[in-house]
């Protein structure tokens, strides 16, 4: 790859040199390399190779039931576990015909937004401690902590949470769960204003991340990238907007957009996407639907350990009188909440732990729903559904054969298209630039390698 010399010249032969990025590379999230070719410090061409997080998703999903995949897609996108959790279920919903209650929808799209704002906190702390703003990084960890403790109130876990369900949710909201949100939203506006002012006028900042990762709303659109990325070149295209789902029809939003395609364009997007995130949030817990709650009006508790306990021993008369104190992880299993958050299907549905432990014809239901041979049992066909995850559009097109488990499950991880096309967006630019860009692409292993 040198020049020609002119015989007799005393001119040196210059040569390009080839520079491995990663996967060892702190910027590369040890996942990622990236050999660029460098003539100095620009960069002549790259090529981009991944592969090292390879998990195997789509076939692990084809070896259980349907509701055995779902601790799986916690794993693809971790950083916003809920979006994928909901994403899939949809899929499988779609397929057999399911549709959740209103009250679990509006949890859904609460949690999904909650997971956006986790997902975009990370990025933009990530990507501005790449760059030297260290206290930047501290300031949305610590606004990320609020929302991670409301996500653990909720689910019993901080990332791999494993929430949804087909047809509902695992659980129903804790008391005080809505107080404590509007708390946390405005603890998290107050960080957010924080790092505007530490960034938004910053001259280091800005002329890093200015016409740095450049690419045109053509470019971007022919590579399939979607999510903030296409935003930032003026393209408003949203799934939440494009082809509503769950209950985003009902709330008032706005989808924000850039000019320019690059690193300083990508950031503005996402900062205005948390607050619109904030604000759907603000909604749902307003119009969130009571749903009918079962009271027993004797006020008898039996602790969850006791109820299956006693159901071992045959002992079930009035157990399903009696409302269950469980722990974080089973709450929203019993009677009181599970009208709420599951669709009453049976066919889908796991029954309350009230009807599981204290009458035959729920142990029954369990027993069907959950042994080899058995399970969720959509009908022969194929479904695809899409949501708006934190990177762009989250697909998943799901086959059923009829049995209890998927013949195929095809997951469309939004970071792939940007990843691809990243050596459009590097190649012409200066080594140092890699950083902004690969930070701005918010590229998550466990989606990317799924």
Do not use: W
Request: hydrophobic share 40%.
């Amino acid at each position: 790859m040198g020049k020609p010399v002119p015989s007799g010249s005393k001119a040196k032969e210059s040569r390009s040199m080839l520079l491995n990025i990663g996967p060892s590379h702190p910027a590369m999230h040890g996942i990622v390399r990236i050999i660029a070719e460098l003539d100095g410090e620009q960069v002549l061409g790259a090529d981009v190779e991944i592969g090292y997080l390879h998990r195997a998703f789509e076939k692990m999903c084809e070896q259980g039931p349907y509701n055995n995949a779902i601790p799986y897609t916690d794993r693809l996108n971790y950083v916003s576990p809920l979006i994928n959790n909901v994403g899939y279920c949809m899929a499988v919903e779609k397929l057999m015909g399911v549709r959740p209650t209103e009250r679990a929808e509006f949890i859904r799209v609460i949690m999904c937004e909650l997971s956006r704002l986790t997902d975009h906190l990370t990025c933009v702390g990530a990507s501005a401690m790449e760059l030297g703003a260290f206290t930047v990084f501290l300031y949305m960890i610590k606004a990320r902590e609020f929302l991670y403790e409301l996500i653990e109130d909720v689910t019993g876990a901080r990332l791999t949470i494993s929430f949804a369900r087909v047809g509902g949710l695992k659980a129903d909201l804790p008391d005080g769960f809505e107080v404590k949100t509007l708390k946390a939203i405005e603890d998290t506006r107050k960080v957010l204003k924080e790092v505007e002012l530490l960034l938004n006028k910053n001259r280091i900042f800005i002329d890093r991340m200015k016409d740095t990762g450049n690419i045109s709303s053509e470019d971007a659109l022919a590579y399939g990238i979607t999510g903030p990325f296409l935003r930032s070149t003026g393209v408003d295209l949203d799934v939440r907007k494009a082809q509503p789902y769950s209950a985003y029809d009902q709330f008032e939003f706005d989808i924000p957009v850039g000019e320019h395609g690059d690193n300083l364009d990508r950031y503005y997007v996402r900062m205005e996407e948390m607050a619109q995130s904030m604000r759907i949030i603000e909604q749902a817990i307003a119009k969130l639907p009571k749903g009918g709650i079962m009271v027993d009006h004797q006020n008898r508790v039996m602790p969850a350990s006791v109820m299956v306990d006693e159901a071992k021993m045959g002992r079930t008369c009035g157990n399903k009188a009696f409302a269950v104190e469980a722990d974080p992880t089973l709450e929203g299993s019993n009677s009181a909440a599970h009208g709420n958050v599951y669709a009453k299907e049976k066919t889908v549905s796991l029954p309350a732990k009230e009807d599981t432990y204290g009458n035959i014809e729920g142990l029954m239901n369990h027993f069907k729903l959950v042994m080899h041979g058995h399970g969720i049992r959509p009908p022969k066909g194929e479904a695809y559904s899409a949501v708006e995850g934190a990177n762009g559009e989250l697909g998943f097109f799901v086959v059923s054969d009829g049995t209890d488990r998927p013949y195929r499950v095809r997951v469309r991880p939004p970071c792939f298209p940007i990843v691809a096309a990243l050596p459009k967006i590097i190649v012409g630019e200066m080594v140092a630039d890699i950083v902004p860009s690969f930070g701005s692409v918010n590229m998550i292993g466990g989606e990317l390698d799924h």
